[in-house]
């Protein structure tokens, strides 16, 4: 069955530390891969996407992620994680334009001084 | 610009009365539209999603529906609530390029 993965619920990592975020999909084709970050009580902000083309995207905030087909993962990364980057992080997949974004079920980051 | 409107923000509604929440998108023409519902610890879980007026597709079964009266508007209702139907709701609409989000709406049912 499709799906997406997000194998981590939560996650604290110190500040100034490096974070990596873990997605992996489950579907026959190559999907068009997102991250979204929300904040509590918040709609979700677009971070960044990956179509086609190179597997290292850059988003905004300082992240990136990278597209590693043969893993069927696009996990996001940070190299240095700020307080203000606590929140709930979700991966998302669309298929194609008629078939719905599908989501992760999120990780909650917690940054510690 | 694309811009996506989703009222009211906060809603505390007594079990067995209806439900009403409406969604409108700005700046796009014939946009994919999605109701989620988020739950502590449960990710965003898919409603419905609606590829055009009068087409609803739904993921979930149960107490809640949806219809698309007009291209860019979505609405989520329900007749009887209850107290499971308790959460965090999101519209959204999206292109392939990207989804865009309206800020949610929490609905309390007591």
């Known amino acids: 069955a499709q799906s997406v993965t997000q194998p981590d619920i939560h996650i604290t990592v110190s500040e100034g530390a490096s974070l990596e975020l873990r997605c992996n999909y489950s579907?026959?084709?190559?999907?068009?891969l997102f991250w979204y970050v929300q904040s509590p009580g918040q709609g979700l902000q677009l971070l960044l996407k990956y179509f086609s083309g190179d597997t290292l995207v850059q988003g905004i905030k300082g992240f990136e992620a990278e597209f590693k087909r043969s893993q069927s993962s696009f996990n996001l990364r940070k190299p240095s994680v700020h307080w203000s980057d606590a929140a709930e992080y979700f991966c998302?997949?669309?298929?194609?334009?008629?078939?719905?974004?599908?989501f992760g079920k999120g990780t909650r980051l917690s940054v510690i001084a | 610009s694309q811009t996506i409107h989703q009222w009211p923000a906060t809603l505390v509604q007594p079990v067995g009365s209806p439900l009403s929440l409406e969604c409108t998108v700005e700046g796009t023409s014939n946009p994919n539209l999605y109701w989620y519902r988020q739950a502590a610890g449960r990710g965003l879980q898919l409603l419905f999603y609606?590829?055009?007026?009068?087409?609803i597709s739904s993921e979930v079964p149960q107490n809640l529906s949806a219809s698309r009266p007009q291209d860019r508007q979505f609405i989520l209702s329900s007749k009887k609530l209850l107290l499971s139907d308790s959460g965090f709701y999101l519209c959204?609409?999206?292109?392939?390029?990207?989804?865009?989000f309206g800020q949610g709406t929490r609905l309390t049912v007591v």
């Open positions: 579907y026959g084709a190559t999907p068009y």
């Open positions: 959204a609409w999206s292109g392939l390029s990207e989804a865009f």
């Open positions: 998302a997949v669309v298929l194609s334009g008629n078939t719905p974004l599908v």
């Open positions: 609606s590829v055009g007026i009068g087409q």
